[in-house]
């Protein structure tokens, strides 16, 4: 069974960050193994979450520990998120560069570092190792429209700005894929931008009123999960594809059950075959 190692928070009692990314991989056959950058009760946004961060030499030590388990072979995925601290973030990288170039897993970089209207939630050097330390190591990175514009210190509106925006910060990153989540759509419409070298293409499906917290974390583990999915595996625009469309079904799924988080695990949708309608347009 191929293994994931996801280096991001775990919140008990909410389905954000790795533990949302834990059960959508899990759900593909895909084993999930969670190194915690903090250890939270519930969501922050929703009030005092208990718990708090991992101390830096404790998530190294735990990095290690996993290294010991010999499990590098069987991982084929490594998905970045939060960062409680800038030394969380070097023994990420140290972590990544362990891994055998014959046997180097598929590198995915969420980079969680704020929103729009919120600026950045992270600390300034905690930002500053991300993009420094993760971003040159990163196979594709998934950016928010806020942290696409933070990374790329470039105007994000209106589309044609953002598009150029991650077309330079894939310029800085060796051309690597930049997918970025909430970019400019119709009204109505959640989009997804997908930049890489087949082009730039939109991917949009039906905005709901109010999203629960921790889509940007499934939409992640969706794309690195489509990427190496041991029994379907997708490529490129594919994979951003069914992930845009998976994270419509959870979102469907979860409104309808009243939740007030993500539905992952009762959903009753097959994450290889998502059913919510996307839609899909080639730009450049």
Known sequence: MPHALILSSYVAASRVGGMAQSLALARLGIAPV?????????????????????????FRGVLEGIAARGLGPRIRLVLTG???????????????????????????VDPVLGDEGKGLYVRPEVAQAVAALLLPRADLITPNLWELGHLASAPVDPEAAAIAAAQALRTRLRG??????????????????????????????????????????????LVGGALVDPVAPASGETAVRRAVAGVADALDAA????????????????????????SVEVLA
């Open 34 to 58: 969670l190194a915690p950058t903090v250890l939270f009760g519930r969501h922050p946004g929703l009030g005092p979450p208990g718990g708090g961060a991992v101390d830096p030499a404790q």
């Open 82 to 108: 939060y960062f409680a601290h800038p030394d969380q973030v070097a023994a990420a990288a140290e972590a990544l560069d362990a891994f055998p170039g014959d046997a180097r897993p598929l590198v995915l």
């Open 176 to 221: 690597r894929r930049v997918v970025v989540t909430s970019s400019p759509a119709a009204p109505g419409r959640a989009g997804v931008l997908d930049v890489s070298d087949a082009g730039v293409w939109r991917f949009s499906h039906g905005r709901v009123s109010q999203a629960p917290n921790g889509v940007g974390d499934l939409f992640s583990a």
């Open 255 to 278: 409104l309808a059950r009243g939740f007030g988080d993500l539905d992952m695990v009762g959903g009753g949708t097959d994450p290889r075959a998502p059913l919510a309608p996307v």
